[in-house]
């Protein structure tokens, strides 16, 4: 069973940043996509950020040039840094992943329908 374990949240003024970490367990697919998507009060799963297991990245616009995904292999956690935070950021965040079981090459998907394993959630909070 594949697990994800968010961590890194928090609150911070306008301005600050964060590093969100998540952990991947058992997850030695060789091909995947993992992504960050967030969820406001209200609102709909929006994605925030995806990565492939060729290091290819997709951002939604409101978070270019403040954010960036990243992954370490060896430590099989993925990361979100957010830079230049602002109220509007403000949301739980959520990693999720999907496996393949082939080399194959993706183009990672926008929906959380997309993903199949997710973590529990980090909340984070910008003040302004």
């Known amino acids: 069973q594949v697990q994800l374990v968010e961590s890194g949240g928090g609150s911070v003024q306008a301005g600050g940043s964060l590093r969100l970490s998540c952990a991947a367990s058992?997850?030695?697919?060789?091909?995947?996509?993992m992504a960050w998507f967030r969820q406001a009060p209200g609102k709909e799963r929006e994605l925030v950020a995806n990565i492939n297991n060729n290091g290819a990245t997709r951002y939604a616009d409101s978070v270019k040039g403040r954010f960036t995904i990243s992954k370490d292999n060896a430590k099989n956690t993925l990361y979100l840094q957010m830079n230049s935070l602002i109220p509007e950021d403000t949301a739980m965040y959520y990693c999720a992943a999907r496996g393949y079981g082939g080399y194959v090459s993706l183009v990672c998907g926008i929906l959380p329908t997309g993903y199949i394993n997710w973590g529990q959630g980090t909340q984070v909070t910008v003040s302004s």
């Open positions: 058992r997850y030695t697919y060789p091909s995947y996509c």
